[in-house]
Every structure is written in structure tokens, then in C-alpha cells.
């Protein structure tokens, strides 16, 4: 459970987060939507105490996490720039986040999923856009815990492996998971999304299933329909 | 944190600039041995060396391990860890390993040479101590630097800027001063101006424990006659390490603070 209240941050003079509240109770998946630089990742990166907001307050399972790192057990991020120390294997950087965890993990059924096996060995500067995003995903994917941000999870991935990764998200949710996603990629909010959060200038502008913004802005998919909410708010 | 700790350590012995670093450190060694054909002599000429390629290393890698493990940080962050074991974790990686190479660069050729048996054993060791001292010091400069800059150039810019001001301006802006003022009583400032440069304290710490500060400059016997030489050296020991661990203390109070 995510409870956040009036959440404030700038960076300089650009106003980012401009008093966001937001309260997910409830398990599913959650599109967090919006324009470039509406403070997604921000949001995100709040969440995670990465980023150090002004104001407000970020309540996860009931405990405020000001100043805390225990909590972070409790989720899985995927960062959205697949960024890797390059000397290291693969492998080498998989057993080192499991041990720095210290948690059971699948990592090698994922292996095998995303069908990674003869990059295992390769130094990670030398994998391409869409690997090494696969290896980001067993990353992220390889522990269960009750809570997963994913930062825009489809950059670089070619068809197949990301009907693997829908089936990897909708197994998850069907395992009583909180799910948060970012995307600009409109059919995969289509296909995937419970609710939608919609941020816009710093603020939430809307909140609702994929239909009901479809009725509120009158339009039959989802592109338009955003759109739409763009220009009226203009 | 020991975890962060083996991974930075890990990564950076396995890099060719460690090796470089302490081959370095066994040339120089060996060949001051050669050419000096004396112990004592060869550690005065290391003193002059280590007192200002230290604390350059140390700012240089310090600020490039920082840079170049942005990612690995951001990697961290995300984890369940405290901010300051990363950070701290990093830290202890970069300088321990930089003062192996240090200590082990050193350490073989004058092993060889017979040092156990000679007098000169607890020179050679103060040398050491003093050369981590200063390591550890401008690593932590270094990486509060880093911290402040998100900017690479610039961050680089400021590392050389301070290691160029503590090891070359300070000294030159130190002499004109004393030149300037010569007519005053000037024993309390060159006390303190002293205890301002961790370089400058460390010369003067080696100076100390050679007994041949009276002859080596003014700082020195000025030292000399305020604490006579046991005093002088752990109240210089006690000043270093409060420049250790000043500078320690604003990494995690920097690292905090930051986005990321």
C-alpha cells in the first residue's frame, strides 16, 4: 500500500512535483501516465527515496519512509535507462545484487525466459540497448516482493520479448502484486492497466480506469483520448 | 557496507590502473635502493615523491571512481541500503585499495633490501602511514567534490584545482607571507598554516621522526621547539586524522542530501 500527501519538488526553479496525493490500496496495476517532464520518474524516484522531496510525505505500508532504506525490501524497481557498471559479467552483476539482498530469487528461470544464457559471461559494456534491458528486467523480476515500479519496462525490446514480459506482469498481478508503470506506449496501458494516474504540470489531472477517461474525453482510444485531455487543459 | 566494500574494491584491482599504480611504486623503489644504496637516504627521496603523488592519485581516482560508478550507485540506491554504507562503502574501496598499492609497492623492494633488520624500520613505516593518511584525505576531498558536481568536467576541474592549491600554492602564498611579515613574531602562524595543509603536516611529521628538521625549514624547527618531537608528531598524527575524518563526515552528510 502507497499513501502519498501533498508531495512538493523542485529542482531549482522547475516546480516538478507541485503537491501530489495519491493512496494505492488496492493490488493491480497502475499506469502512471503523462507528458514528458510531468514528473513521473520524480514520483517514482520519490517513492524509492532517490529523490528528496520539500514537502509531504510518502507513507509505504503505513510507515513513513523519511530517512529510512528498510523498506526498499518491499519493492522491486526496474530504473528506466538500463545502466550498468560495464566491467562487470552478467552473472557477476546478478550475483551481486542477489547477495546484496540476501533474498530467495528465479533468476534463472528468467534466464531462461528472456533467454539470456550465452550473454551470461559477457561484460555488460558490450551488450546491446534491448539485452541488456532484458538483463534490468531479471534484475527486477527475480525477487517476489509485494511491490513492483517499473520505468518505462518496454524500452528497446523486440515483439517477442515483450509478450514475454506482459505474461511476466500479468503473472505477477495475478500473485496480489502493487504494480506501477510508466510508459509512453498507449496500447500496452490499453492491454495491461487497472487505473490510470494521469499527471500533468506537476499535479494529478486525472484517475480512473482506461474507460473512463475514454467517456470523459468522448474518444474511442486511448491516444486521442489523452490527447484530448491535453488540449483541454490548454 | 563491507558488501559495497568488496565490490568497489574488487572492481578497481581488477582495473589496469592499479597495476600501473603499483608497478609504479616497485620501480621507484627498487631503483632508489640501486641508486641510493642506503635505506635512509632512499626514504627522504620517497618522502618528497609520496608527499605529492599521493594526494594527486588519490583526488584523480577518487573523482574518476566517482564519476565512473554513477551507475552502480544508482543501482545501489534502489536496494534496501543506507545511503551513507554505499557512499562509505565506495570510499573505503577507492582508498584501500589505492594504500595496498602504496603499501605494497613499497613494501617488496625495501623487503628485499633488508629493512627488517635496519634502523630505519619505523621511518619507513611512518612514511607509509603518512602516504595512507594523505590517500584517504584527498579520496574523501575527491569525493565530496563529486558529490557537489553533477557536472564531470567541472568536478575534475576542482579535484586538480585543490590538489594543484594544497601541494603548489598553498606552500608559494605560505612563503610570500612569511616574507611579507618577517618583521613580526610569525612562530603561531606558520603553527597554524601548517596544520591547515594535510601535505604540510605530513612533510613536517616525516621531518620530525628524520630528526633533521632544523636543518630542512623553518616550519620544522618552529614545530620542533613548540611540542619537541614526540608531542609534535601525534598532535600532527591527531591533525591528520581530523582531516580524515571531517572530510569522511561531509560524504554522508552530502550524500543525504542529493538527488539522484
Redesign the interface.
Known amino acids: 500500500m502507497i499513501e502519498i500527501n501533498n508531495l512538493k519538488k523542485s ?1 531549482g526553479k522547475v516546480e516538478v512535483l507541485d503537491g501530489v496525493s495519491l493512496s494505492i490500496a488496492d493490488k493491480g496495476i497502475f499506469a502512471i501516465l503523462g507528458p514528458n517532464g510531468s514528473g513521473k520518474t520524480t514520483l517514482i ?1 520519490s517513492i ?5 522531496p520539500q514537502a509531504g510525505e510518502i507513507k509505504i505500508n503505513g510507515t513513513n519512509i523519511k ?1 529510512k ?5 518491499d ?1 522491486d ?1 526496474l ?1 528506466q535507462i538500463a ?3 560495464d ?2 559479467t552478467v552473472v557477476e552483476l546478478i550475483n ?2 542477489k ?3 540476501g533474498k530467495k530469487s528465479n533468476d534463472q528461470e528468467l534466464i531462461k525466459l528472456f533467454k539470456l544464457e550465452p550473454f551470461l559471461d559477457k561484460k555488460l559494456g558490450n551488450l546491446s540497448g534491448g539485452t541488456k534491458q532484458k538483463v534490468n528486467l531479471v534484475l527486477t523480476f527475480m525477487f517476489d516482493s509485494p511491490i513492483l515500479i517499473l520505468d518505462e519496462p518496454t524500452t528497446g525490446l523486440d515483439p517477442v520479448s515483450l509478450i514475454r514480459l506482459k505474461d511476466l506482469i500479468r503473472k505477477e498481478k495475478e500473485s496480489g502484486k502493487t504494480i506501477l508503470i510508466t510508459t509512453h506506449i498507449m496500447d500496452f496501458v490499453e492491454t495491461m492497466a487497472d487505473e490510470i494516474v494521469f499527471l500533468l504540470e506537476g499535479d494529478i489531472y486525472f484517475r480512473g480506469t482506461v474507460d473512463e477517461l475514454k467517456k470523459k474525453s468522448d474518444r474511442n482510444d486511448l491516444e486521442h483520448a489523452i490527447a484530448t485531455l491535453l488540449s483541454e487543459k490548454e | 557496507m563491507i ?1 559495497v566494500l568488496q ?1 568497489s574494491f574488487y ?1 578497481l584491482i ?2 589496469r590502473w592499479s597495476y600501473v599504480y603499483l608497478l609504479f611504486y616497485l620501480v621507484l623503489g627498487f631503483a632508489l635502493l640501486f641508486l641510493n644504496s642506503s635505506v635512509s637516504k632512499s626514504i627522504i627521496t620517497l618522502m618528497n615523491i609520496i608527499i605529492v603523488l599521493t594526494p594527486m592519485i588519490g583526488t584523480i581516482f577518487g573523482v574518476m571512481y566517482y564519476y565512473s ?1 554513477r ?2 550507485t ?10 551513507t554504507t554505499i557512499f562509505l562503502g565506495q570510499y573505503l574501496g577507492v582508498s584501500l585499495s589505492l594504500t595496498l598499492s602504496l603499501v605494497l609497492g613499497l613494501g617488496i623492494p625495501f623487503t628485499f633490501y633488508g629493512l627488517w633488520q635496519s634502523a630505519e624500520m619505523a621511518n619507513f613505516g611512518l612514511l607509509l602511514l603518512s602516504g595512507s593518511f594523505l590517500t584517504f584525505i584527498f579520496v574523501a576531498l575527491a569525493y565530496n567534490i563529486g558529490l557537489s558536481n553533477d557536472n564531470k568536467i567541472k568536478g575534475f576541474g576542482y579535484a586538480i584545482l585543490v590538489w594543484l592549491f594544497m601541494a603548489v600554492i598553498y606552500d608559494g602564498l605560505f612563503l610570500i607571507s612569511l616574507i611579507v611579515f618577517e618583521d613580526y613574531p610569525l612562530d603561531k602562524f606558520t603553527l597554524l598554516a601548517t596544520m591547515f595543509n594535510p601535505i604540510d603536516l605530513s612533510r613536517i611529521l616525516i621531518l620530525l621522526k628524520l630528526d633533521i628538521s632544523a636543518l630542512l625549514g623553518y616550519t620544522g624547527a618552529v614545530f620542533q621547539k613548540f611540542f619537541g618531537t614526540n608531542r609534535g608528531m601525534i598532535s600532527s598524527l591527531l591533525v591528520l586524522s581530523i582531516w580524515t575524518l571531517v572530510p569522511v563526515y561531509l560524504i554522508t552528510r552530502k550524500a ?5
Open positions: 529542482f524516484k524509492l527515496g532517490m529523490v528528496i530517512g532504506w528498510d523498506y526498499r525490501k519493492i524497481y530504473p545502466q550498468f557498471p566491467n562487470l551481486m545484487i547477495n546484496l539482498r | 558488501k565490490y572492481d581488477r582495473s560508478s551507475e552502480f544508482e543501482l545501489l540506491l534502489a536496494q534496501p541500503m543506507k545511503r543525504s542530501k542529493k538527488d539522484f
